[in-house]
């Protein structure tokens, strides 16, 4: 099992930055892709961009490519996900997420972790 627990949720104006973290811990080493998706009230979750622990090869969205940047430090077995041009329509709950190489980018993960909220005011 992988256990992940994001941090750094919360709320901020439109414009500003945010930056989530998601620690993975457990059996990491079964894990080669790392995900971002968010769910917004009403709607279904979407993903938001993908990384992997061995090149650090990227993967977005079309809607965050340019204000949303994945990175990850294999040393700490951490994730982030820096938000800056934050807008209204980016709030949702975010979720980190693990898998295999089934998971690149936008596939099937197999971990979740709890999800942090998202709050962009107008």
């Known amino acids: 099992q992988v256990q992940l627990g994001e941090l750094g949720g919360g709320l901020v104006q439109a414009g500003g930055s945010l930056r989530l973290s998601c620690a993975a811990s457990g059996r990491t080493f079964s894990t080669v892709v790392m995900g971002w998706f968010r769910q917004a009230p009403g709607k279904e979750r979407d993903f938001v961009a993908a990384?992997?622990?061995?090149?650090?090869?990227?993967y977005y969205a079309d809607s965050v490519k340019g204000r949303f940047t994945i990175s990850r430090d294999n040393a700490k077995k951490t994730v982030y996900l820096q938000m800056n041009s934050l807008k209204p329509e980016d709030t949702a709950v975010y979720y980190c997420?693990?898998?295999?190489?089934?998971?690149?980018?936008?596939?099937?993960?197999?971990?979740w972790g709890q999800g942090t909220q998202v709050t962009v005011s107008s």
């Open positions: 997420a693990a898998g295999g190489f089934a998971a690149w980018p936008t596939g099937k993960y197999d971990y």
């Open positions: 990384i992997t622990w061995a090149g650090g090869t990227t």
